[in-house]
Nanobody, 120 residues
Framework: VQLVESGGGLVQPGGSLRLSCAAS????????MGWYRQVPGKERELVAHITLDGGTVYKDSVKGRFTISREYAKNTVYLQMNSLKPEDTAVYYC???????????????WGQGTQVTVSS
């Protein structure tokens, strides 16, 4: 199983970016998909996640600015980030809880990370 992210980059304050993460491999089902972020010297923190039935959870500081969505047929999750602030600068990681065809266990997988920099 692989998670491949795309969409990071440099943007000015107030701008927008859209992150994508596609899961591939021998996938039976994906429960939760989400986005975390990390800055140097700090712990990785949850930004948002979306469950199998579409329920969402957001970090308080991104509510109203970020939107997480999911394309189930493509095993893909998106994070639309609007009104970006310098404090949103971080490496963003995709996360997914996946059950493969080969066993009954649900395992957490991570993407490689994509840099988001908000600066003028």
């Amino acid at each position: 199983v692989q998670l491949v992210e795309s969409g990071g980059g440099l943007v000015q304050p107030g701008g927008s970016l859209r992150l994508s993460c596609a899961a591939s491999g021998s996938i039976f089902s994906i429960n939760v998909m989400g986005w975390y972020r990390q800055v140097p010297g700090k712990e990785r923190e949850l930004v948002a996640h979306i469950t199998l039935d579409g329920g969402t959870v957001y970090k308080d500081s991104v509510k109203g600015r970020f939107t997480i969505s999911r394309e189930y047929a493509k095993n893909t999750v998106y994070l639309q980030m609007n009104s970006l602030k310098p404090e949103d600068t971080a490496v963003y990681y995709c996360n997914a809880y996946i059950r493969q065809y080969s066993n009954a266990y649900v395992v957490a997988y991570w993407g490689q990370g994509t840099q988001v920099t908000v600066s003028s």
